[in-house]
């Protein structure tokens, strides 16, 4: 029952600010099967090889130390920020080598970055809960770690992510050469750094209350920081639409009520009661308002003058079918 309740709260919290990063996703949302497969990514691969890293990397601290509490401490505040970010990374780099159609935005960076971290997290957590809370502690401590896990530093591994998912979006959407070539390993460099900056501080406070504490406000200052951002690219993505879609209007392929709907952050909340037509529609206008923007951007780059095209014909075909 312990291990059983253990994996619950690792796992169904983390789904659940999976799906609230989906939802973030306003205008142009990423494929599910993806998605499940970079929380799949965190859970077991990026998780298991931390484990497994972190735990041969401790050994060889300690054969050369000699010392537990400088084990723990380079372990936590070396060792494991470069092995975890590098292996959480990995999986925002397969996206953007192998799936770079659905990579458009600096929020989808963010948001395939978000949901490998939160499948490492729903591992991690589940192993804290069960490892360090039941086992040490009984129920009191398991009941202190979900606590202390899941609400109090529960979207520290998205924040850190979310800084590499940052650095290849801004790869992709630059034509710099050395930005293309930097940006990934800045963006990299900033997850380990500030992972690092975390767990030297957890190390350090002793478990002094006023020093957890404060290390939490940080923590959750960071992360309001992150959220801010988020919601600025959400609008900027928004401006998208009307920029790119108004030749559509124009063209007699949508009508002006239906972009204005398209373009508002919570337009897409109307098809939940219209349909999938509806939906697939909204959809629709977020990825040809990207794919006109990757154009101009980049030009003939992976084929976008025909997903241009194609999507077209598809907003035609469904814009007839949406009546607002």
Not at 48 to 66: C, H, K, M, S
Not at 193 to 211: I, P, R
Not at 229 to 250: A, Q
Not at 263 to 292: N, W, Y
């Amino acid at each position: 029952m312990p291990l059983f309740a253990s994996i619950f709260f690792g796992l169904v919290p983390a789904l659940l600010f999976a799906w609230f990063l989906y939802w973030l996703d306003r205008y142009e949302k990423e494929p599910k099967l993806l998605l499940g497969g970079a929380f799949i990514w965190g859970m077991v691969i990026a998780a298991g090889g931390a484990f497994i890293i972190n735990t041969l990397g401790g050994v060889g601290v300690y054969l050369f130390t000699e010392s537990e509490a400088t084990t723990d401490l380079i372990t936590g505040s070396v060792i494991a920020p470069i092995v975890e970010e590098s292996l959480k990374g990995l999986a925002v780099l397969i996206v953007f080598l192998f799936f770079r159609k659905e990579f458009d935005s600096v929020l989808d960076g963010m948001i395939y970055a978000g949901v490998t971290a939160l499948g490492f997290a729903a591992t991690e957590n589940a192993f804290y809960i069960y490892d360090k809370g039941y086992l040490e502690l009984g129920w009191e401590g398991f009941w202190v770690l979900v606590v202390v896990r899941v609400i109090l530093v529960g979207w520290q591994h998205p924040f850190y992510t979310g800084l590499t998912g940052i650095g290849f979006a801004v790869a992709r959407m630059n034509r710099n050469p050395l930005v293309k070539f930097v940006a990934p390993f800045l963006g990299l460099f900033a997850a380990m750094v500030a992972h690092s900056f975390h767990n030297t501080l957890a190390a350090l406070s002793g478990g002094e209350l006023g020093d957890l504490a404060f290390g939490i406000a940080l923590d959750w200052t960071g992360w309001l920081a992150m959220l801010v951002f988020v919601i600025y690219m959400i609008r900027r993505e928004g401006r998208l639409l009307p920029k790119h879609l108004n030749e559509e209007v124009s063209a007699g392929l949508l009508t002006a009520a239906q972009l204005q709907r398209a373009a508002s952050p919570f337009g897409s909340l109307f098809a939940i009661f219209r349909g999938r037509p509806t939906a697939r529609f909204f959809q629709v206008c977020g990825e040809l308002a990207h794919k006109k923007e990757q154009f101009e951007l980049h030009g003939e780059d992976g084929g976008n003058l025909a997903i241009i095209e194609s999507l077209r014909a598809e907003l035609t075909a469904l814009s007839a079918q949406v009546r607002l």
